[in-house]
């Protein structure tokens, strides 16, 4: 980044020059996390768990933050300074994000298969076939070049989802709840819940790895069309508040629709996809059906294929610095957006398109790594001074790996039976 570009003004049309890789991350984060687990939390906790959600986000924030921070004072991107600070970092980066890419890419492909499935009446063709068809999709874009436009496009489909939801979420507010008198408040403040607010933390907003994914994003921002460190930041900002707002917003809508109505909650297979489906239709017509169908759809798509490109990137780039080498290939980029499509779609019919079970078992690893990959964002960033942190970010950092942590050991220690 030049030190011209690094004194513009930030006035708005700067600002609004600077959009791109935060509203990018976003559009990556409004997916499982926000569709299905926040707005399933209002289902079956009304507001208890807004709290949860709202200190997740606040507590992973500065993990999510380094990745723009670095890149925009350094020109690197995080898995770069894994590499300077230690060839170790580097390595457990290369793992972690090896196992997660499979994970990620088969739990967010199933999503959207599961929609296809229950918006289309009549449609015969199995989520596992539908999956494949997802996949193959999303790889042929991608091998194609086609990616930039897609990319125009899921913005577009992230506001409208959006707008819809905002939209939906008011006229529920505006009719009240819907609780039965008769209608016990179930509590999330004890050991067997405790496996559903992991889950719901795991994609809160995003896994954490994501930030690595995002530094990438920034970086080749700032090589064709670079912006100063403070409009970058207020991309940044922008991007990760927007899907934090969003979280509560499907929390609010699950909790002043489905909360205490009568109607039993689905939590496996891809059933609640139906009942989310319902809730728009429910509030602002059966006309909106199709169209919300649609949107959610585009939405969960874009996901997906900005996951399986953004891995194949992270791990193309990982092992080109394993390497030593200038720069990775097409080829080798090609070749691991293969791998991770291929075993993505393995690890589906492993669970066979269980979407229930699938969710959680990624939402839940994604929130047992996540320790290791805000402690290599923390590190990378604390001792160096060129990107000191204020002592505020340097608090919250600690209070996050604590909460981090602290949730782990105790998911850890339960699953094991100690605390049953």
Not at 65 to 71: D, E, I, L, N, Q
Not at 127 to 141: P, R
Not at 162 to 188: C, H, L, N, R, W
Not at 293 to 316: E, H, K, N, Q, S
Request: glycine letters at 8%; a positive charge; aromatic letters at 12%.
């Amino acid at each position: 980044m030049t030190r011209q570009h690094a004194h513009l003004p930030p006035d708005r049309k700067n600002r609004l020059h600077a959009l791109g890789p935060g509203i990018l991350m976003a559009s990556a984060a409004v997916g499982g996390s926000h569709l299905i687990a926040s707005t399933q939390a209002g289902a079956l906790y009304g507001w208890q768990l807004a709290l949860i959600i709202v200190l997740t986000n606040l507590l992973k924030y500065p993990f999510f933050r380094f990745s723009a921070h670095y890149t925009l004072d350094s020109g690197k991107s995080l898995i770069e300074g894994y590499a300077e600070k230690s060839r170790a970092y580097l390595w457990v980066f290369l793992v972690m994000c090896f196992l997660s890419s499979t994970i990620s890419t088969g739990a967010v492909a199933l999503l959207t298969a599961a929609i296809v499935k229950m918006s289309v009446p009549g449609l015969t063709l199995s989520v596992g076939t539908l999956s494949v068809a997802v996949v193959g999709a999303c790889v042929l874009i991608l091998l194609m070049g086609q990616y930039k436009a897609l990319d125009t496009l899921s913005k577009f489909i992230v506001v409208s989802l959006s707008i819809t939801t905002v939209a939906a979420a008011a006229i529920a507010a505006a009719k009240g709840m819907q609780m039965k008198p008769d209608f016990i408040e179930p509590s999330p403040w004890n050991m067997a819940a405790l496996g559903f607010i992991i889950a719901l933390m795991g994609w809160m907003p995003a896994p954490i790895e994501i930030s690595a994914i995002n530094s990438l994003w920034v970086t080749a921002k700032q090589k064709t069309d670079p912006v100063s460190y403070r409009d970058g930041m207020f991309d940044f900002n922008v991007g990760f508040i927007t899907s934090a707002v969003l979280a509560v917003v499907f929390l609010a809508l699950g909790a002043f629709v489905q909360y205490g109505n009568g109607e039993a909650v689905q939590m496996k297979g891809g059933q609640y996809v139906g009942q989310l489906i319902n809730m728009y239709t429910a509030t602002i017509g059966t006309w909106a059906r199709p169209l919300v169908g649609f949107i959610a759809f585009a939405c969960m798509f874009g996901t997906t294929i900005t996951v399986i490109d953004g891995y194949a990137r992270a791990l193309a780039e990982s092992v080109r610095l394993v390497r030593g080498r200038e720069r990775f290939r097409t080829l080798e980029l090609f070749g691991w957006i293969a791998w991770i499509s291929t075993t993505g779609l393995a690890l589906i019919l492993w669970f066979d398109s269980a979407l229930g079970e699938l969710l959680n078992f990624a939402m839940i690893s994604a929130f047992l790594a996540a320790p290791v990959f805000a402690w290599l964002n923390y590190w990378l960033v604390r001792h160096d001074d060129k990107h000191k942190l204020t002592p505020a970010m340097n608090a919250l950092s600690l209070a996050g790996l604590a909460y981090l942590i602290g949730f782990a050991v105790l998911f850890v220690l339960n699953y094991a039976g100690i605390l049953a």
